[in-house]
């Protein structure tokens, strides 16, 4: 594909507003997925799909995804929905808006000419209201249309990502911290105390359902503790989403559901999700009664080391911050909401 401005003339920008239309799009948006710039997990069309159908469709949202064409193959998908609210203006979010970066989905070689922003107005013309996207990275396509267009933008929580050098975990830990390793030795001594410590990873259908359940147990108690919610976590019809995107993720191999066990028991659980060579850690929860033998830091370098021992190069661990994520990781990825009318 090749693109100059006069191509944006023959683009076709066409949206899916109900079930039907928008399900007759999964082979072109994965096809799309496949040879787009920089995409992640949040992009794919079956992570947006769980979105949507358990999610987003059940709190009252209508469907607005934007997919642009060129010579009739798919080149762009912006995957929106609305609210309509009385007495106000709809107001449009990403379909994807559950706690993740957020980009429009672009062939690659058209993400490399300069029509970017043209594009993005395209697209935008199909809708009305307000619209409010976030999180946005910096240097996303996003991101960069937005530069270009002038558009608002407010910081949002910024994210912390560690890039791996070609190097083993240890010496990539020694460098941020000279305590951490000395305290993951002196909590994995307490915890044999408790009984013999493994890390496992599940695999099967059979051992998955048990595990998540206890992830989501682990990780609702913590959010009660901490008197916050979440979207994929605060509603049963949500966390069956998850459940059933992350299973299949984790039998194509484009998940990891990873297990800190103590004796029979399981105090430690991470879900991560794999693009490529970036890994996200996704959703972690731990035991209140071994939080004391640092179960959670056990929990997070496993990951890491693993993640090193397959080639991941980009470890992401999403926004927020705390100690630890700010220990393990070396840089900080600047996040924004991004408003348009």
């Given at each position: 594909m090749t693109a100059n401005a006069s191509d944006l003339k023959h683009l076709k920008v066409s949206t899916a507003e109900d079930d039907r239309s928008f399900e007759q799009l999964e082979l072109e948006w994965n096809d799309l997925w496949q040879r787009s710039h920089d995409a992640r997990f949040h992009q794919r069309y079956d992570w947006c799909a769980a979105a949507w159908h358990e999610c987003l469709r059940q709190q009252g949202y209508k469907l607005h995804v934007?997919?642009?064409?060129?010579?009739?193959?798919?080149?762009?998908?912006?995957?929106?929905?609305?609210?309509?609210?009385?007495?106000?203006?709809?107001?449009?979010?990403?379909?994807?808006?559950?706690?993740?970066?957020k980009d429009v989905l672009v062939d690659r070689q058209l993400a490399a000419t300069r029509n970017l922003r043209d594009l993005f107005l395209l697209m935008m013309d199909t809708c009305s209201g307000r619209i409010r996207i976030s999180p946005v990275r910096k240097?996303?396509?996003?991101?960069?249309?937005a530069e270009q267009a002038n558009f608002t933008m407010k910081p949002a929580l910024d994210a912390h990502v560690a890039a791996l050098p070609n190097s083993d975990i240890e010496t990539f830990v020694r460098q941020r911290s000279k305590s951490l390793l000395g305290e993951e030795r002196r909590g994995f001594k307490k915890l044999l105390k408790k009984g013999p410590v493994s890390v496992?990873?599940?695999?099967?259908?059979?051992?998955?359902?048990?595990?998540?359940?206890?992830?989501?147990?682990?990780?609702?108690?913590w959010l009660l503790s901490k008197e916050k919610t979440s979207g994929w976590l605060s509603d049963d019809r949500a966390v069956a989403a998850l459940r059933s995107y992350a299973?299949?993720?984790?039998?194509?191999?484009?998940?990891?559901?990873?297990?800190?066990?103590?004796?029979?028991?399981?105090?430690?659980?991470?879900?991560?999700?794999?693009?490529?060579?970036?890994?996200?850690?996704?959703?972690?929860?731990?035991?209140?009664?071994?939080?004391?033998?640092?179960?959670?830091?056990?929990?997070?370098?496993?990951?890491?080391?693993?993640?090193?021992?397959?080639?991941?190069?980009?470890?992401?661990?999403?926004g927020g911050t705390n100690h630890l994520k700010t220990t393990v990781t070396n840089q900080i990825v600047q996040q924004y909401t991004l408003e348009i009318g």
């Open positions: 934007v997919s642009v064409r060129w010579q009739g193959r798919l080149v762009a998908v912006l995957p929106l929905v609305r609210k309509d609210r009385m007495l106000r203006r709809p107001d449009y979010r990403f379909l994807s808006c559950l706690e993740h970066p240097a996303s396509l996003l991101h960069d249309v496992s990873w599940i695999n099967t259908y059979e051992e998955f359902d048990h595990v998540f359940a206890d992830l989501v147990r682990l990780k609702r108690t299973k299949g993720a984790v039998a194509a191999g484009h998940a990891h559901l990873q297990c800190i066990n103590v004796g029979s028991d399981r105090v430690a659980i991470n879900l991560s999700l794999r693009d490529n060579a970036t890994l996200t850690s996704f959703l972690n929860g731990y035991e209140p009664d071994f939080g004391r033998f640092g179960v959670g830091r056990l929990g997070m370098l496993a990951m890491m080391r693993r993640a090193c021992a397959d080639d991941v190069r980009v470890i992401d661990h999403l």
